[in-house]
């Protein structure tokens, strides 16, 4: 499992966010804080997960899993 800062960086690159309108979102100061979770030198508290996961419009499980838990559910039960 990679670091959720990983994540963070591969999914807003992804939609084409920056780190200044994703950092703004969450209430910091500068893009600088996000810069260093995405980069795995600080940590995100726990409590901006469901934040993170609602700015970039993804469930919260994919912040901390490539694949979508949920897809991945609902193959095996119709398979």
Do not use: W
Request: one cysteine or more.
């Amino acid at each position: 499992m990679r670091k959720i800062g990983t994540r963070i960086k591969e999914i807003r690159k992804s939609k084409g966010l920056t780190q200044a309108f994703v950092s703004k979102r969450l209430g910091y100061k500068s893009p600088s804080m996000l810069s260093e979770i995405e980069s795995g030198k600080k940590g995100l508290d726990a409590d901006k997960i469901p934040l993170v996961a609602g700015i970039l419009n993804v469930d919260i499980c994919e912040l901390f899993f490539e694949d979508k838990i949920h897809e991945m559910r609902t193959k095996d039960k119709t398979a």
